[in-house]
């Protein structure tokens, strides 16, 4: 771990801050999306932000912490202006009718708030409010206050819980996180590719 921790510091590093920040932007843009955010493990991004923080290779856990929730809160908003504009289309309309997930929607409708906010926290849970707000017609405004809210506190609890780990741990802790977000990535991506096999083959 302090092998793969010392080198993504070391690469780090070597980028300029605008880069390194774009990167960050972009990484934590992509989690906020629905689907591409099911594959990424809630709240990785800004552990890894956090942690690298901690190392003088990202300025102040502060900034990065608005840099995360902020472009968080952009994914999700746009994973909810997509949801409004095919909301007809049969997949995505079938990820609220559908029998199978009622009671999961019917608990989320009653608890809105509570999920858009605190579920952000939750890996797969986090990238499904905006999809599903949008096809239940949850008032733009509305739910563009609870993203808000809920990116800002996943960007800042994820930040400062990143780099008080990495004081904590030591450096090793970033490599702890980035093997958890690879290994994650992998093992939904591989899995989702089994079921599709699987389906394909039932047609």
Same mark, same amino acid.
């Given at each position: ?7 993504? *510091?070391?690469?780090? &590093?070597?980028?300029?801050? =605008? ?20 594959? #990424?493990?809630? +709240?990785?991004?800004? /552990?890894? @932000?956090?942690?690298?923080?901690? &190392? ?18 952009? $994914?999700?908003?746009? $994973?909810?202006?997509? +949801?409004?504009?095919?909301?007809? %289309? ?28 605190? $579920?952000?926290?939750? =890996?797969?849970?986090?990238?499904? =409010? ?17 993203? /808000?809210?809920?990116?800002? /506190?996943?960007?800042?609890? +994820?930040?400062? @819980?990143?780099?008080?780990?990495? &004081? ?7 490599? *702890? %996180? /980035? ?8 093992? *939904?991506?591989?899995? @989702? #590719? ?10």
């Amino acid at each position: 771990m302090e092998n793969i921790s010392t080198s993504v *510091i070391e690469l780090m &590093q070597s980028v300029s801050y =605008p880069i390194k920040i774009l990167i960050l932007s972009l990484f934590s843009f992509a989690e906020g999306l629905p689907v591409i955010g099911t594959i #990424l493990p809630g +709240g990785t991004i800004a /552990l890894l @932000a956090g942690g690298l923080s901690s &190392q003088g290779v990202l300025i102040s856990p502060f900034v990065v912490a608005v840099v995360v929730g902020t472009a968080g809160f952009l $994914g999700d908003m746009v $994973g909810f202006f997509l +949801g409004r504009k095919f909301r007809n %289309i049969s997949w995505i309309s079938n990820l609220v009718t559908h029998e199978k997930y009622k009671k999961s929607w019917d608990l989320f409708d009653r608890h809105l708030a509570m999920v858009t906010i605190f $579920g952000k926290l939750l =890996p797969v849970v986090r990238s499904t =409010p905006s999809l599903f707000a949008a096809i239940k017609g949850v008032r733009t405004r509305r739910y563009m206050v609870y993203s /808000l809210i809920g990116s800002y /506190l996943w960007g800042f609890a +994820g930040v400062y @819980a990143g780099n008080i780990f990495t &004081q904590y741990f030591g450096p090793k802790f970033i490599g *702890i %996180i /980035l093997v958890v977000l690879v290994g994650s990535v992998l093992v *939904i991506s591989i899995r @989702a #590719l089994i079921k599709r096999k699987i389906n394909l083959t039932k047609v």
